[in-house]
């Protein structure tokens, strides 16, 4: 997650905790405030994000996507018009003067800009510390018995120390690993109510590390010093620990001592000398708020309890949480695995680019040579792309079964074909993630680019997108290219066995065992239902998750049974088993040439991978564990 990104989510959460103290902050046990506010400073601060399909930002963002084998990522929808794109600077790309992205020169100004205002911000807090701890160092301990017998009674595993000093007008603390309590000189020790509430209230801060809140609140501030939302969290977020400290106080005094720590806090005058950034002071600007909450402190009810952890969870899984990846669609009954277990949707190439929906992804290829005009076409190094994509390979035995896509890009006026590499991560499960940084983006050679068109690149496309079963298969005599062709899940094409594949399209077509009892040839130049019409076959299936004619997932998995795999299918959740161990992805290659891959819908995540093994003969010999190759 980018820091703007941070920034923007973040002011989202700072609004909405802002609007929920506004109208609850006499009904919310202020610890639930803190807790909202803790969430905020950690959206501000983390660079992380947890995808959740209850997430406001998922409700927003509603996609309709088409599930198939070999692609693994939500595609973004085609927008009526182009939004916004960077300028293109390179080559024969069109610059647009109304781009909204800056170039290269503008975002390291930007940038600069930036860290300039960090760095000034951090210097300013060190300063002012700084400065304030030289004054605290001329303090001096306070030797009075009753804040020592006061101590003794409420010990902490680290250290607390009380000394006085003439340079503060109101008790503050500071200090994290070895905290003190510094009292106003001339502070009456003898006023045992007056000294309770005080210590109550500054051991309170100690106990909660509230020294530490305050420093990472300082460092929200310094990177994210353009944001208002970030003072007002910092503004609003102190405020509330203050609250929080008199109310705990309050509880532990009991709740009949309101009026006399309200009178006591009056007492006090409300005085600072100087600026004191990470201190827990016993005096608050917000006077006022302070007394009306004080007075207005209930014991808190089993409703009041309930209601609090109610608006937490609610707020933190609806503003705290990112969109999520993609929600697959109702009628979708198979995953891609990236090899690490983990299973996407999938979708159809794209003709433009979408800058606004997919921005975070399409800056991750620009250092590597890639950029967009405003119409959404895509460049490398100047010259204008036909077909790109970011995915890895699949390979099995030296041989390329297809493509894991996550992003694919079409455009007929290109020049070049390009496509990412990514590392290869171990798990260290026995599973590995395709999916790991990007390395570099290459363009294929031109004799790989003359090898094929755009419409067979798009008819390969579209018959993946239309068909939830399809996978890609490489075509021996031209490297690089794929075909679509259908394996046995809800749809299954049937042709006669004395149907000769061959004569279908002589020398380019291909062998696939639809029901493995039937076989279709799938021709490199027609849709799998023009190949169904050559061939006499029909396409056909019962509606209800089975193939008519053909065999149901249980049919098919008990064939494996005996080498220790098993199938189970419940409320729309398909999943497969190794010997109890769930399986990511399953692969049955037969001698024949004929492919049937699997992965679960739902479920418990798979650890594994697992492909047949057969013997000389031809026929099944068993089950193995497999790790596919990197390449």
């Not at 990846?325 to 794209?350: I, K, M, N, R």
């Not at 299936?541 to 005996?562: L, P, S, V």
Request: proline share 5%; aromatic share 10%.
């Amino acid at each position: 997650m980018t820091l703007l990104k941070m920034s923007l989510s973040g002011a989202v959460l700072v609004c909405v905790v802002a609007i929920v103290r506004a109208l609850a902050i006499h009904r919310l046990p202020k610890r639930a405030l803190l807790a909202l506010w803790w969430m905020a400073l950690a959206r501000l601060l983390l660079p992380v994000s947890l995808p959740s399909p209850v997430s406001v930002y998922t409700l927003l963002e509603v996609r309709d996507y088409v599930v198939s084998e070999t692609y693994v990522a939500p595609a973004p929808a085609l927008p009526a018009a182009p939004e916004a794109l960077p300028a293109v600077s390179q080559g024969n790309a069109v610059s647009s003067p109304g781009a909204l992205a800056p170039s290269p020169g503008a975002v390291a100004r930007l940038q600069l800009v930036w860290a300039v205002g960090s760095v000034g911000c951090a210097l300013f807090f060190a300063l002012a510390s700084v400065r304030c701890r030289r004054e605290f160092r001329t303090s001096l301990p306070v030797a009075d018995r009753a804040v020592q017998e006061w101590l003794a009674g409420h010990p902490l595993r680290r250290p607390v120390e009380v000394r006085t000093s003439d340079r503060i007008s109101a008790p503050l603390t500071y200090g994290i690993l070895r905290p003190v309590i510094l009292l106003p000189e001339g502070f009456d020790c003898g006023d045992a109510a007056q000294l309770g509430y005080v210590l109550t209230h500054e051991w309170v801060h100690i106990r909660r590390f509230d020294g530490l809140a305050k420093l990472l609140i300082a460092a929200a501030a310094c990177l994210h010093w353009w944001n208002p939302f970030a003072w007002a969290l910092s503004a609003l977020f102190n405020r509330d620990l203050e609250l929080a400290c008199d109310e705990e106080v309050v509880r532990r005094h009991g709740v009949a001592s309101r009026a006399a720590y309200a009178r006591a806090l009056i007492a006090l005058e409300e005085r600072k000398s100087g600026l004191a950034p990470f201190c827990s002071s016993f005096n608050h600007n917000a006077m006022e708020e302070r007394i009306v909450a004080i007075m207005k402190i209930r014991n808190l009810s089993t409703r009041a309890a309930a209601l609090s952890a109610a608006t937490v969870f609610a707020v933190g899984a609806l503003f705290a949480t990112s969109a999520a990846v993609g929600v697959p669609s109702q009628t979708a009954h198979a995953l891609t695995s990236t090899g690490s277990g983990e299973s996407f949707p999938a979708y159809a190439p794209v003709e433009r680019v979408d800058w606004k929906e997919e921005r975070e992804l399409l800056e991750s290829f620009e250092k590597f040579g890639i950029s967009y005009d405003s119409d959404g076409k895509i460049y490398f190094h100047g010259e204008r792309v036909r077909w790109f994509w970011d995915g890895y390979e699949i390979w099995e035995d030296g041989s390329l079964l297809g493509w894991s896509m996550r992003y694919e890009y079409l455009d007929r006026d290109g020049t070049v074909d390009v496509h990412t590499l990514h590392e290869c991560i171990d798990n260290g499960d026995g599973s590995l993630d395709y999916y790991g940084p990007l390395k570099d983006i290459v363009a294929y050679s031109q004799q790989e680019f003359d090898s094929r068109t755009y419409e067979s690149i798009r008819k390969t496309a579209e018959a993946t997108a239309i068909d939830d079963d399809a996978v890609l298969v490489e075509d021996p005599a031209r490297p690089g290219s794929g075909y679509a062709v259908q394996t046995v899940y809800d749809e299954t094409i049937h042709a006669s066995a004395e149907d000769a594949v061959g004569e279908v399209a002589e020398g380019t077509s291909y062998e696939v065992q639809a029901n493995y009892s039937e076989k279709v040839g799938v021709v490199t130049d027609d849709t799998v239902e023009d190949v169904a019409e050559d061939t006499g076959a029909a396409a056909v299936a019962d509606g209800n998750g089975g193939a008519a004619g053909g065999r149901t997932f249980e049919e098919i998995f008990a064939a494996y049974e005996d080498y220790g795999v098993t199938y189970r299918e419940q409320d729309g959740i398909r999943e497969v088993f190794y010997h109890g161990e769930p399986v990511a992805h399953f692969v049955d290659s037969t001698p024949g040439g004929s492919v049937f891959s699997f992965s679960p819908t739902g479920g418990a995540p798979g650890t594994i991978s697992v492909r047949t093994v057969y013997g000389s003969d031809g026929k099944l010999a068993g089950v193995e564990p497999f790790v596919q190759p990197e390449r």
